[in-house]
């Protein structure tokens, strides 16, 4: 399995542990204010990471590191990814997977053979509203990248996915958390309140406010002002008293 971006040491994308970040290449979505783009996007070059580069860090860090993060991209659209997971927990290694809850088939697989240590699944909109972000009219899909689909799925079925991923989530014993980076452009109180009737309410939900950048998929979106941001945690707090806003990690 390869990779396309790799950080050695971070002590903020995951609690409590300091870890390295992996990220895979393609994604099922096309999120406009995605900061990842050259993950998604063809035509762009980004430095190669073999499976073997990241283990044999692991392996000399083994003692000062105690977990790995695993993001993109979409992780789970990887049929690799169990695989190159069993040889980090072999390595005694804590596993933190990003994803966006597409492929609940995936992470139930992952949860049922103990491969993951932490959840952090991004609830993006409402989930009747998914598939404006299946993709971008100014895009090319590209076949070669992993999450091509040339079948648009329904609103129906994406929202059935995203369910079950939110239950198989919530419902396992692992520590975990349902995220949202906010944009002005497509979030408002009544979404969020809707996005909330989703989301479990003993769940920690984290807001974190979108921040423009060159990595950015699209342009013209904006950052929530701080009184929009607190009144969105206010309005959902006696929904989902986890809610909590934070800055965003990128």
């Not at 479990?200 to 990595?215: A, I, M, V």
Request: with cysteine.
């Amino acid at each position: 399995m390869n990779f396309y971006g790799f950080i050695k040491t971070s002590l903020l994308d995951y609690p409590e542990h300091m870890a390295s970040i992996v990220f895979t290449k393609g994604c099922n979505l096309r999120c406009p204010y995605c900061q990842n783009k050259d993950l998604i996007l063809p035509g762009t070059s980004l430095t190669e990471y073999p499976e073997e580069e990241i283990l044999a860090h692991l392996k000399k860090r083994k003692g000062l590191l105690d977990g790995l993060v695993v993001t993109g991209g979409e992780p789970t659209l990887h049929s690799e990814l169990p695989e190159f997971l069993t040889r980090v927990k072999d390595l005694g290694y804590d596993i933190k997977l990003d994803t966006n809850g597409l492929r609940p088939e995936i992470l139930k697989k992952l949860l049922n053979a103990g491969l993951l240590d932490y959840i952090a699944m991004d609830v993006k909109l409402p989930l009747s509203q998914y598939r404006s972000l299946r993709s971008t009219e100014s895009l090319l899909k590209d076949k070669s990248l992993p999450g091509y689909d040339s079948h648009e799925a329904s609103d129906s079925s994406l929202s059935s996915r995203l369910k079950e991923s939110i239950s198989l989530i919530s419902k396992s014993t692992l520590p975990y958390e349902f995220r949202t980076t906010l944009c002005r452009e497509l979030h408002s109180e009544e979404s969020l309140k809707e996005m909330a009737r989703d989301i479990p309410p003993d769940s920690t939900w984290y807001l974190q406010p979108f921040r423009d950048s060159e990595g950015v998929l699209e342009t013209g979106y904006h950052t929530p002002s701080d009184e929009e941001l607190t009144q969105y945690v206010n309005t959902l707090r006696p929904l989902i008293p986890g809610v909590t806003l934070r800055e965003n990690l990128g």
